[in-house]
């Protein structure tokens, strides 16, 4: 562990609490991508699957059943809490186009062939695309809160200092990841043409956001 | 490679 990893990791931790307590404050989930958030689900669940096989540290473990559960709690509030909010007619990406890919990507691409290393392939691969549903519902809704760009920001930092982290562990300890590496590579250009694809888009302010 | 294939990352 170093202090680039825990950066990160408290940027991670950060988007996520951004995410809930916006919706938990106003009670909606307007201009937040389920697709998006569902892919977050699927990409912590089958990352995290070796909780049951592997200790690393109690950090280790504590952090991934935070995503995981975070991940589940999120899924809930937009698709059965507060589902009426949900703008289902701007989330229209359609996410088989990241899945399957990913999915070919990591049966051909991974560093054995063996169901965890597959799912941990699969999961980086689709950690790094997974934000595109949320960036096409921003740019067809035209408008942009806050909340979101401050979500975006740390989600997209995150990365970033994963790959100082990388660069690093390689220095320092000989360590080094090719997937993880040429996926969080792939992660901060997207997240950085992202916000080139806003660009324009209007900042707005929800009435519900300034209630005390 | 086993040192590689224990994901301590998160």
Redesign the interface.
């Given at each position: 562990m170093n202090i680039f990893r825990f950066a990160a990791d408290l940027l991670h931790v950060f988007a996520i609490a951004t995410l809930l307590l916006k919706i938990w404050n106003t009670r909606s989930c307007a201009g937040i991508s389920g697709k998006s958030q569902i892919l977050f689900g699927l990409v912590y669940v089958t990352r995290y699957l070796d909780l049951f096989t592997t200790y690393v540290s109690l950090y280790n473990s504590v952090m991934k059943v935070f995503f995981v559960v975070t991940s589940a709690v999120a899924i809930f509030l937009i698709y059965v809490q507060y589902k009426k909010t949900y703008e289902h007619d701007l989330d229209l990406f359609r996410i088989e186009l990241l899945l399957l890919p990913c999915a070919m990507l990591s049966l051909v691409i991974n560093h054995e062939d063996i169901v965890l290393e597959v799912l941990w392939t699969f999961s980086t691969y689709l950690e790094s695309v997974a934000i595109i549903p949320q960036l096409f519902m921003v740019k067809k809704s035209g408008g942009i809160e806050k909340f979101m760009i401050r979500y975006l920001i740390a989600f997209g930092s995150y990365r970033a200092i994963y790959l100082i982290n990388w660069a690093y562990r390689y220095i320092m300890e000989s360590h080094y990841d090719l997937i993880a590496i040429f996926a969080g590579i792939l992660q901060t250009i997207i997240y950085i043409l992202g916000f080139f694809l806003l660009r324009g888009v209007k900042v707005v302010v929800s009435d519900k956001e300034e209630e005390p | 490679?086993q040192?590689?294939?224990?994901?301590?990352?998160?």
């Open positions: - | 490679d040192d590689q294939l224990t994901h301590d990352e998160l």
